[in-house]
């Protein structure tokens, strides 16, 4: 059983910044498995925002990046998004997900094993 808990939404004006976490407990296999972002806006799909493996290899969607960062703190086993310039198409629940190395990689919802509660983020003016 793996848990994991998001933090750090909020609202924030079009061109702001949020960093939001994602502690994770329970057993974690960092060799076969992977951490990601995901998000869902009011009445669309969930997602993929960004993945990471615990070695470090990153990817991001083509919408966020140069703008939002994916790392992992192996250590502690906590996930983080740096968002900056963010955009009002930028609002939704973000959810950090835990799922098989691929995950990371291709951000298919399907792969993920365990979600998050999610945590919300606004950006408008």
């Known amino acids: 059983q793996v848990k994991l808990k998001e933090s750090g939404g909020g609202s924030v004006q079009p061109g702001g910044s949020l960093r939001l976490s994602c502690s994770v407990s329970?057993?974690?296999?960092?060799?076969?498995?992977?951490m990601a972002w995901f998000r869902q806006a009011p009445g669309k799909e969930r997602e993929g925002v960004a993945g990471?493996?615990?070695?470090?290899?990153?990817k991001s969607t083509e919408s966020v990046k140069g703008r939002f960062t994916i790392s992992l703190d192996g250590a502690t086993n906590t996930l983080y998004l740096q968002m900056n310039s963010l955009k009002p198409e930028d609002t939704a629940m973000y959810y950090c997900?835990?799922?098989?190395?691929?995950?990371?990689?291709?951000?298919?919802?399907?792969?993920?094993?365990?979600w998050g509660q999610g945590t919300q983020v606004t950006v408008s003016s």
């Open positions: 997900a835990y799922g098989p190395r691929p995950m990371s990689e291709l951000l298919r919802t399907r792969d993920v094993r365990y």
């Open positions: 329970g057993y974690i296999d960092q060799h076969a498995y992977s």
């Open positions: 990471i493996s615990f070695d470090g290899i990153a």
